[in-house]
């Protein structure tokens, strides 16, 4: 099916707040543990989540990578207050900062040593200017992990996709899952993507039904 644009930030606080209660736990841990898998070495340094959403992620790796610190970047302030709360809560605002604010404008100064990002992209019109920022932020040969959900071939096969998902959540994460499945690229488009972007070193791959994953270095 062709790609249905949604907006670019979830500046509802209904649905910020339907979205920080999902269960996402397994989602969200296996993105740090792919994370740690696909660059073991990397135990210090300084990392950029943008589109952090309620900063689950940020705080999983934070407390997987005791020695890095985290600046997580969301455009939706509803996320990023839940998010902040969440980061208080677990005692990380040392190392977690969290800035609401548009990835397309954020400046954060001297490179990164990694730049991770979890269902954004789909989020984006030009999704080019995504891998522009992130390529630009990370250090020659700093680490790029991006997930984010694989658009199925019909609405019919999206439906289905949500109903075997999210069947028990309310109505409104059902109805912004399907929307997000709708506006997701196919592994073919993200491929292209890189490559027109000159990210070599990156790679993507699709783990299961409804997600895909860049990872690799960036030179």
């Known amino acids: 099916m062709e790609r249905v644009l949604e907006p670019e930030v979830m500046d509802d606080p209904a649905q910020a707040r339907a979205y920080a209660d999902a269960d996402f736990e397994k989602e969200n841990q296996a993105f740090v543990d792919l994370f740690r898998q696909y660059f073991p070495e990397l135990i210090e340094g300084h990392l ?3 589109g952090c959403g309620p900063a689950d992620i940020a705080i999983r790796l934070a407390r997987a990578l005791t020695r890095c610190r985290i600046t997580a970047v969301d455009a939706s302030e509803p996320m990023i207050e839940i998010g902040r709360q969440a980061v208080d809560r677990v005692g990380f605002a040392d190392r977690i900062s969290l800035r609401c604010e548009r990835f397309q404008t954020f400046e954060i100064g001297d490179r990164v040593d990694g730049v991770i990002s979890n269902s954004l992209l789909h989020h984006l019109k030009n999704p080019l200017k995504f891998w522009f920022v992130a390529k630009r932020m ?3 040969g700093g680490c790029l992990l991006v997930m984010d959900l694989v658009r199925p071939e019909s ?5 289905a996709i949500v109903e075997r998902y999210a069947g028990g959540e309310p109505p409104i994460l059902r109805r912004d899952f399907y929307n997000s499945l ?4 196919t592994e073919d488009e993200v491929a292209g993507q890189l490559a027109e972007m000159n990210l070599t070193g990156v790679l993507v791959d699709v783990p299961d039904d409804r ?3 860049a990872a690799g270095r960036v030179y």
Not at 182 to 185: D, S, Y
């Open 182 to 185: 709708c506006a997701a690229f």
């Open 211 to 213: 997600h895909w994953i």
């Open 138 to 140: 990370v250090k020659p």
């Open 155 to 159: 609405h019919e096969a999206a439906q």
């Open 48 to 50: 950029v989540d943008l």
